[in-house]
């Protein structure tokens, strides 16, 4: 392990601010698709049980 | 000889018919009919193989028309809704491109009669089609029927927008395609005047 | 229903699919998550940092597992469109629909990735090289597949005109690829290349194909359970699929 | 029974689009003037700085090229979809993709040929001279084929629908932009003194391929489109 201490860990080295938005925007894209296409079967669901 | 087996289609996620068996016999007619909205368009369009089923076959001399393909377009003269004719040209251009496609004779003689069979006289010939009127258009287009040397006639609503000579000249000419062998498809709200002995109905329903 | 499919297609009819799909949702997206986990892991703390780039590397586990399912899944995308369009069976054409969104999802990861890496290490955001370009135009082509698809009300023709655009789309990425590459050449001479393979350690290597792994898997899971939302949405439309109520054909002479 | 050779097919399509251009000959003159008028902007958007003009001037041209074919691709089947035209064409008793040629033939003749004639003058304008101008023609040539030939897929594959100009354009250019990029790759190249003979022979390969699969996938496109 390379990183002496958390705030060490979070600069990644000075390349913190390219590196964590990064990770950072692929979490939320990917997290944003999952809760999009449960909300989207939610609502298919429903309409489809009232019909 | 020309039939469907077991025809079924719809619109869009609509059903619209389903296990159709008819069979056309040479000389004979079949008159489709049924309201607004249950399918008759469709059917026809399904029997040009411009839709496709969704299930079942239509047949030609015992060949599926998919497996034909340019085979079987080129045994029917189709007439639809919309007429096909374009309004910049006139009549007898309209005529002569559309005779020169099916491989029909196009030459000036030709298409002159035929316009004038339809009761098109000499002074809308040369006039764009645009100028003249919906009924007149609508002869236009069914002037192809004289050129037409093909088997099998497909017409959607042929009566539509025509008057009573008009109508007359159709049924007419109708007439002795039958009497020469061939087969018609008409889709339509009237009655046809023909001997009922070559006709046969198939009524669509909602 | 179709019955010109082969025989194995009402096996695979959407009513089948949707709750075998319902029971693997799960296992890929555990799958999913405890594999990414392991890749972070790997990334964050077992990879060293690289000798010339410094950190900024580990933008690589992200960005280069994005580039290539953005790849992978718009040819993936495609096949299906040319079954479905060959067999004429429905349920490949809603695999491809569920497919697009997550394809645009990671072109567009790719790229946002991809030029936060551009920064620091060419000192630009953005770069026209061969790359960067045939991926912004990998970007155009899913939204012009998700945007046709979209604007077409009638079903049939929306599954049929898109799975066209889609395979026409699965040859033009090749030739855009290379007349990129070509017109940087021609113009500029050397372009610039990512030269990081040679030099990367064993544990970068592992670290990258183990997210990988994991973006396959979560890509599965996703777009099943996309599968699953078109699947409902078009059972809503009445007569879907069920042996029709029959309306009479009435026969007489 | 009667069936029209394929070669009078093709000419009896090919007629048909040329006569109703004739007819509508201000559609012609308007391509032609929004090319001029497009091309004579970026001049004084740039300023008149020859160097930094011969610089731009391929991938203006190129562009305003390009720009042209797109405006015109909604007449390519538009309005024969609406008056039934269309619908008698796929049932003439020959290949599709072969007619659609013979459509793609009669648009690049109404839109595309005017901008390759023209193309000289333009190029003058920039400061283009001798062999570039040439060069600049003759991948006009090549390429407004290949764009029309692209285009037709577009154009069969959003028929009818509500808002197809904007979306045609936007399914059309990421398309086109290998033909873009040898194009105009063709005209700086003669201008740096590199030769253009590698560029015009990829826009040439863009032709032969796009003439291979593109009226293909135009058929299927209208099939599903008239279903």
Not at chain 1, 24 to 29: E, M, N, Q, W, Y
Not at chain 2, 74 to 84: D, I, K, M, R, S
Not at chain 4, 55 to 68: H, P, Y
Request: glycine share 10%; hydrophobic share 50%.
């Amino acid at each position: 392990m390379q990183w002496g201490s958390v705030a060490e860990f979070l600069a990644m080295g000075g390349y913190g601010l390219y590196v964590w938005p990064s990770f950072g925007v692929a979490a939320l894209c990917m997290g944003g698709e999952v809760i999009a296409v449960w909300r989207r079967h939610a609502a298919a669901s429903e309409s489809h049980d009232e019909s | 000889m020309f039939q469907t087996v077991a025809l079924s289609g719809s619109r869009g996620e609509r059903r619209l018919f389903s296990d159709v068996n008819v069979t056309v016999k040479p000389g004979t007619l079949l008159a489709v009919v049924g309201e607004n909205g249950s399918g008759k368009t469709s059917f026809l369009r399904m029997l040009c193989g411009l839709l496709s089923p969704d299930g079942g076959e239509i047949l030609w001399q015992g060949n599926n028309i998919r497996k034909l393909k340019e085979l079987y377009s080129a045994q029917l003269t189709y007439v639809g809704h919309l007429n096909g004719i374009k309004d910049e040209l006139t009549p007898v251009e309209n005529l002569k491109v559309s005779a020169c496609l099916a491989g029909d004779e196009s030459s000036g003689g030709v298409v002159q009669k035929a316009l004038e069979a339809v009761g098109l006289g000499r002074a809308v010939h040369r006039l764009p089609t645009r100028v003249l009127s919906q009924g007149q258009k609508r002869r236009v287009t069914l002037a192809r029927l004289w050129l037409s040397t093909r088997p099998l006639w497909l017409l959607d609503e042929p009566f539509a927008s025509l008057d009573a000579a008009a109508t007359s000249y159709l049924t007419q000419q109708i007439q002795s395609h039958l009497s020469r062998g061939g087969m018609v498809v008409v889709a339509t709200h009237q009655e046809i005047d023909l001997p009922p002995d070559c006709i046969q109905h198939l009524r669509l329903t909602q | 229903m179709s019955t010109t499919g082969i025989n194995w297609f009402k096996y695979s009819s959407p009513q089948a699919i949707y709750p075998l799909a319902g029971r693997m949702i799960p296992w890929f997206a555990a799958v999913a998550v405890g594999v990414i986990a392991i890749g972070l892991y790997i990334g964050f703390f077992v990879a060293p940092t690289d000798a010339t780039q410094g950190d900024a590397y580990r933008i690589i586990f992200v960005h280069v597992p994005a580039a290539w399912m953005s790849m992978f899944l718009y040819v993936i995308m495609a096949i299906w469109a040319g079954i479905g369009l060959g067999l004429n069976a429905r349920p490949s054409f809603m695999m491809a629909q569920a497919i697009a969104p997550t394809g645009a999802m990671f072109t567009f990861l790719a790229l946002f990735t991809g030029s936060m890496w551009g920064k620091p290490t060419w000192g630009a955001w953005w770069v026209w090289d061969a790359r960067l370009t045939s991926e912004l135009i990998l970007l155009f082509q899913y939204i012009g597949i998700i945007l046709l698809r979209s604007s077409i009300d009638d079903l049939r023709r929306a599954d049929r005109a898109s799975a066209v655009l889609a395979l026409v789309g699965v040859i033009n990425v090749p030739i855009i690829y290379f007349s990129v590459k070509w017109w940087n050449t021609l113009h500029q001479g050397a372009s610039v290349t990512i030269t990081a393979a040679p030099t990367m350690a064993g544990s970068m290597v592992t670290a990258m194909l183990i997210m990988m792994v994991g973006f396959w898997m979560y890509s599965f899971a996703v777009t099943l359970a996309r599968m699953r939302c078109v699947i409902v949405e078009r059972e809503r439309q009445p007569s879907w699929g069920k042996p029709a109520s029959i309306p009479d054909v009435v026969e007489a002479r | 029974m009667s069936q029209p050779s394929l070669s009078e097919a093709l000419r009896g399509v090919v007629r048909r689009d040329l006569l109703l251009a004739m007819r509508h000959r201000s559609d012609v003159a308007m391509s032609v003037f929004f090319v001029v008028i497009v091309a004579s902007l970026f001049p004084l958007g740039v300023g008149p700085e020859p160097a930094v003009l011969r610089t731009i001037a391929s991938g203006v041209l190129w562009v305003t090229a390009l720009l042209a074919c797109l405006l015109s691709l909604g007449r390519l089947f538009t309005a024969d979809y609406l008056d039934g035209v269309l619908e008698q064409t796929l049932l003439i008793p020959q290949p599709l993709a072969v007619l659609v040629v013979g459509k793609v033939f009669s648009h690049w003749v109404i839109s595309g040929l005017p901008v390759v004639l023209l193309s000289p003058l333009l190029g003058l304008q920039f400061g283009l001279s001798g062999e570039s101008l040439g060069v600049l023609t003759l991948s006009l040539l090549l390429g407004t084929p290949t764009l029309s030939m692209i285009g037709a897929i577009g154009a069969a594959l959003t028929l009818g629908l509500r808002g197809s100009g904007l979306l045609v354009a936007l399914l059309v250019l990421p398309l086109f932009i290998p033909v873009l990029i040898f194009g105009a790759g063709a005209v700086s190249s003669s201008l740096a003194g590199i030769g253009s003979e590698a560029n015009l022979s990829l826009l040439g390969a863009c032709f032969l391929l796009s003439l291979a699969f593109a009226p293909w996938a135009t058929a299927v496109a209208l099939r599903i489109a008239l279903e």
